[in-house]
């Protein structure tokens, strides 16, 4: 597996990153443990997870079965609690418990909150970064407005600023094409991305129309069955584009994001050996320019109108957002 610089820390990292959100949720420990020995064996180097993840459990899980491999992995975890500068800090050493380590490489604010204080968490990100608990310091879904507002207050203040925006995009998810990758272009910021297959709406496992699989997320999580039916026509496109390259699905939603400009790595969340197995095949799919327009095309319905779900957009619109 190829490496791509991250960002502006210089740092190399596997051009794929592995999610483990579904750790301990939808596979077990010793399932978990396979997936990261095969992941670690096929080059990837860069690991995600969260100290929201199982609240607390994923990062226990992890503990157990880096062990000795923690030295060959790129660690980022992500604030559980508020955005408070207790909570920052407090967060951490109860990731690093969990995580049963002194470090993480990239530490996260998970998501805004409204009434939060930009200087307060610069300053206690940089208190984490100087006490030596984490190299690097980013946020997730943040817009990108207060990303270059934290970055000035942190300039200002000669601290520690972010380096990593992580953020939902995908074939159907293409909010932040408006504003958050040209900033990332122009100021060298990494952009991971999760939720690359749409939660799994471009795995291949749903058909428009068809029954929710039985044990995939799509049983309880409505906002596939809404995606399915609001973009049919182009996942039905998207598959039939599968078949004709000869690829998994999974691949070739992940290798779109993987050649999509201004990103760094998409993220790869996986429930099971065999869709790390399968996923992991968009480090050596190399689409040509012709297919990624292809594909994007197929979802031109989509294309900025489809803002990242979740609480992404109503909290790009809060005006009481900062306190
Ligand atoms: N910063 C944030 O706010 C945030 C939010 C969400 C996720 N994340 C991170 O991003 C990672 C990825 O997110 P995500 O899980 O939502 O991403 P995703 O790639 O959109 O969806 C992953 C799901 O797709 C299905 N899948 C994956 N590979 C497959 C394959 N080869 N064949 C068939 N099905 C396949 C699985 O569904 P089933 O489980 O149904 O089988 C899996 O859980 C997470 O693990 C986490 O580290 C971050």
Not at 22 to 28: E, I, L, T, V
Request: overall charge negative.
């Amino acid at each position: 597996m190829k490496t791509i610089t991250f960002g502006s820390t210089g740092e190399q990292v596997s051009e794929i990153c592995l999610g483990t959100m579904m750790f301990g949720n939808s596979c077990d420990q010793a399932e978990s443990d396979r997936i990261l020995s095969s992941a670690l064996d096929a080059g990837l180097t860069f690991v995600d997870t969260a100290a929201m993840y199982g609240d607390g459990s994923t990062e226990d899980l992890l503990g157990n079965i880096i062990g000795a491999r923690r030295d060959k992995i790129f660690l980022a975890t992500k604030v559980h609690k508020g955005t408070d500068s207790e909570s920052i800090t407090t967060s951490i050493d109860e990731s690093l418990l969990r995580l049963q380590t002194d470090r993480v490489d990239l530490y996260l604010i998970h998501w805004p909150t409204v009434g939060m204080d930009p200087e307060e968490i610069m300053q206690a990100l940089h208190t984490v970064v100087t006490a030596g608990k984490a190299r690097y310091v980013g946020c997730s879904n943040y817009p990108a407005w207060l990303f270059a507002h934290s970055n000035a207050i942190a300039t200002k203040n000669g601290w520690t600023p972010l380096v990593n925006n992580q953020i939902p995009y995908n074939l159907v998810e293409r909010g932040v094409e408006v504003e958050i990758l040209p900033q990332a272009a122009a100021e060298n910021i990494a952009i991971t991305v999760y939720r690359p297959l749409l939660m799994g709406v471009l795995s291949g496992k749903y058909r428009p129309g068809a029954a929710m699989p039985d044990g995939s997320r799509g049983v309880d999580d409505t906002r596939i069955g809404a995606w399915l039916s609001r973009f049919g026509d182009g996942v039905d496109g998207f598959l039939s584009m599968a078949e004709e390259l000869d690829t998994h699905p999974a691949a070739l939603a992940t290798a779109w994001v993987k050649q999509s400009p201004g990103i760094t790595c998409p993220i790869v969340g996986v429930s099971s050996l065999k869709q790390l197995e399968t996923s992991l095949a968009a480090a050596t799919l190399e689409l040509s320019t012709e297919q990624h327009d292809r594909l994007t095309g197929l979802f031109e319905a989509a294309a900025v109108q489809e803002e990242c779900g979740g609480a992404f957009g109503p909290l790009r619109r809060e005006r009481a957002l900062l306190g």
